[in-house]
């Protein structure tokens, strides 16, 4: 069989969920499970894989996608609860009297908020929680999902408290081969995961820094009455200090806490530090900056949901008793995560299966108390408390998650199973390189040497196809690691930018626009928010994969496992 044959072959799982989402418009749930049957098969009849290994790698992957399930879960039934509590509602009345500049309002509530929403829930919530409130506060519904959209950008990377990274990455890679192959160079693979996690920090602030400028530009030039790029680089210098206040920390603690915290606590410090300047009027410009009247706007900008910060609230709450449960998701997982004797006791609780119906590699296993998940159900019971809560308050959150759970579950039963089959697919009765791989060597060959510059357009394209960060490296990590193997460059850097690129393409992920433009009524007019998303998108994997290119042919990067 020629390579460029083997090479369709693999794609053709992939090549398939793209017509099938995209071309003929099939929902997920319905598009999945024939990807995953395709899939089975050609590993069964193309790649000769025992029937035994297949199965056992679905198996694999239903393991893995109950611990990412408990992560959504957790995630989302925090946010539902605070939501019943009355604790969002507090949040967002805490925001409507920093600045009656819209502009402010923009980078406060849909870029530090909604990165802080991102950290801590993830799976389009930041723009399904920041656009409500914006209308609520006087935005038309379409510069309202606009603006969300664009948060989810610089910290999905790290959103759900790092699920794209712990899962999406751990389970996307190799890892059994790759940690035999790390420590026969006297490194592990936890150090490498975290040589990834730090490339992916760094990327992020370099390119995402300007993401708050994009976005008051973007308004002022499609939502003002002049139409003016001009009114919104006005507000560079605050834009710009907003950037920095989320960045800064979010690289320091990628750097030295791990994939769980950039988001979640840059979200939070930037929050406290640009709400402080923003109400001194530090940078803000002397004139204020806001809408036409709203009987002028065009029908197309206007939603079907009207909405009042009054009617939202639930009991009165201080803004301090509000963020607590937040404020504690973060030191439970610092306690966790920085303190060996407090993650080996939540670790202690594991649930694993080893060689998966005597499959030799195939292994996987479940950690309920360390994963995000057992930490933000905790924390979801002590906020039932905290916030004096009545039962049916909780079961109302409960019976909320556990829909959005029963939805996501369902499409992640096939995905993540075929991922797995693809990454198994090396141990076959013909001694065909894995799927993966077999992809890998042909693009190495046909593109070459400037392969980095298209590597984060890869994960982009993974993520508008899934909706899911986590998902496109789930799909893509192997292919990206294979690529650089075969090109001789840092596997590391690549992986970090299909990560980066997998972000960014959540900007256009059609589940994302549609989810954003559900909560403020504008459904069915998706594709004139996505002809403005495609531009901040287009930049961020150019950039990205301009760095890739610098990172790795000028300044040297390397990881343990180039030329092995």
């Known amino acids: 069989m020629s390579s460029g044959l083997l090479a369709f072959l693999a794609f053709a799982p992939i090549l398939l969920a793209a017509v099938l989402l995209i071309g003929l418009r099939w929902p997920a749930s319905r598009a999945m499970p024939v990807v995953y049957l395709a899939s089975a098969l050609i590993a069964l009849l193309a790649w000769d894989m025992s029937f035994g290994r297949v199965l056992a790698s679905t198996l694999q992957g239903l393991v893995i996608t109950i611990g990412l399930l408990w992560i959504i879960f957790g995630a989302i039934l925090l946010l539902n609860t605070l939501k019943h509590s009355g604790g969002i509602t507090a949040i967002r009345a805490g925001f409507t009297t920093i600045s009656p500049d819209r502009r402010i309002q923009a980078i406060i509530i849909a870029w530090l908020f909604g990165c802080f929403i991102e950290g801590a829930s993830g799976f389009g919530t930041p723009a399904a929680i920041a656009a409500p409130l914006l209308v609520a506060i006087g935005f038309p519904a379409m510069a309202a999902v606009l603006m969300g959209m664009l948060v989810q950008s610089t910290p999905v990377s790290f959103g759900a408290v790092g699920t794209p990274i712990i899962v999406g990455i751990n389970s996307g890679l190799d890892t059994a081969t790759l940690g035999a192959q790390l420590a026969a160079q006297g490194s592990s693979w936890p150090v490498f995961l975290q040589q990834i996690t730090t490339s992916v920090a760094i990327t992020h602030a370099l390119v995402g820094t300007v993401m708050p400028l994009i976005m008051a530009a973007m308004l002022t030039r499609f939502f003002g009455k002049e139409k003016s790029w001009k009114a919104g680089l006005e507000v560079a210098p605050f834009a710009l200090f907003a950037g ?164 996501a579950g369902f499409v992640l039963l096939f995905t993540v199973p075929m991922v797995r089959i693809l990454i198994n697919s090396g141990v076959n009765a013909s001694d065909l390189p894995s799927m993966p791989i077999a992809m890998a060597r042909y693009v190495a060959d046909s593109v070459g040497a400037i392969y980095p510059l298209l590597a984060p357009s890869v994960g982009a394209l993974g993520a508008f196809i899934a909706g899911s960060n986590t998902v496109s490296n789930m799909m893509f990590s192997q292919f990206q690691y294979g690529v650089a193997h075969s090109l001789g460059v840092s596997g590391a850097m690549i992986v970090a930018v299909q990560a980066v690129g997998a972000a960014a393409g959540n900007m256009v992920a059609i589940h994302n626009v549609v989810a954003a433009s559900a909560t403020v009524g504008l459904l069915g007019r998706e594709g004139l928010t996505l002809r403005k998303t495609v531009w901040p998108t287009l930049y961020y994997v150019l950039m990205t994969g301009i760095i890739a290119m610098i990172a790795i042919y000028a300044m040297g990067v390397t990881d343990p496992l180039v030329g092995i």
Do not use: C, N
């Open 244 to 407: 920095l206040a989320f960045t800064l920390p979010y690289v320091a603690t990628g750097i030295l806490l791990g994939p769980e915290f950039p988001s979640l606590l840059g979200g939070l410090i930037g929050l406290a530090i640009v709400t402080t300047a923003a109400r001194f009027k530090f940078l803000v410009p002397k004139t204020v900056w806001d809408f036409a009247p709203a009987d002028t706007w065009p029908s197309e900008w206007v939603g079907k949901v009207e909405m009042k910060l009054d009617e939202l609230a639930a009991r009165p709450m201080s803004a301090l008793r509000a963020w607590m449960p937040y404020v504690l998701v973060g030191l439970l997982l610092v306690l966790s995560r920085v303190f060996p004797e407090v993650g080996s006791a939540l670790k202690s609780v594991s649930i694993a299966f080893k060689d998966i119906l005597g499959q030799s590699g195939i292994s996987a296993s479940i950690e309920p108390l360390y994963l995000p998940g057992g930490i933000l159900v905790a924390v979801v019971l002590i906020t039932y408390f905290l916030h004096d809560m009545r039962p049916r308050e909780l079961v109302a959150a409960v019976k909320e998650s556990s829909q959005v759970l029963l939805s």
